[in-house]
């Protein structure tokens, strides 16, 4: 009868406490220059053993503007100087969730928002297996990354299904929009045939798409 006493009240404790977010894992969340782009910084638990951390709960992300829900993660391997983007559907926009899982790679932003303040404006962050940071990404941007490391392992969540046909995307060096890349030898990047062929910014910012 004493040992269920105890256990009951170290229950009712525990909840008590869970309901105030005392057991509940923190994440830092800090905005960017681009509005609804957030970079998230989850906490890590580490030990002797090693370390464990949540890589995502929604009521945790939700408090913090993430609401959208999820319905696909996709993995993806790259090796060194792979560069993949810049991608966007046309009609099932996605908000996306990007975390790198091996290596380091350079994400990267462009707002194709038409209504926004900052529209044709970009941003990137260096994510790594290290730092853990991950970036959460709304509807109404075109995304890439290069690999930064011998390889990397990228595992993004997405709020949509990928549609073949809705695929699209904005030529990765457009000349309008500048983006800084951290290449130091074009030579030396790989890129799908589709990536090199992508619209220009000029191409899509004329309203003929999207």
Request: contains cysteine.
């Amino acid at each position: 009868m004493y040992f269920l006493s105890v256990c009951t009240i170290n229950v009712v404790d525990f909840l008590w406490h869970l309901k105030k977010g005392e057991y509940m894992s923190q994440i830092k969340v800090t905005e960017t220059k681009l509005q609804g782009i957030k970079v998230v910084q989850p906490q890590v638990f580490g030990d002797n053993r090693g370390w464990f951390m949540e890589g995502y709960q929604y009521d945790i992300y939700s408090q913090a503007g993430i609401t959208c829900t999820f319905v696909q993660d996709n993995l993806a391997y790259s090796k060194k100087d792979v560069l993949r983007g810049l991608h966007f559907q046309k009609k099932h926009q996605q908000d996306k969730l990007i975390s790198v899982l091996h290596g380091k790679i350079l994400d990267v932003v462009v707002d194709i928002r038409r209504n926004s303040a900052t529209f044709g404006q970009w941003f990137s962050i260096e994510l790594s297996a290290e730092s853990k940071k991950q970036l959460f990404i709304p509807k109404g941007f075109a995304h890439g990354y290069i690999v930064l490391s011998k390889d990397a392992e990228i595992l993004y969540k997405c709020s949509e299904k990928y549609y073949p046909e809705e695929e699209s995307g904005i030529l990765w060096n457009d000349k309008d929009l500048q983006i800084d890349w951290q290449v130091e030898d074009e030579g030396k990047l790989i890129l799908s045939e589709k990536d090199k062929k992508w619209q220009t910014w000029k191409e899509f910012s004329c309203g003929c798409e999207y």
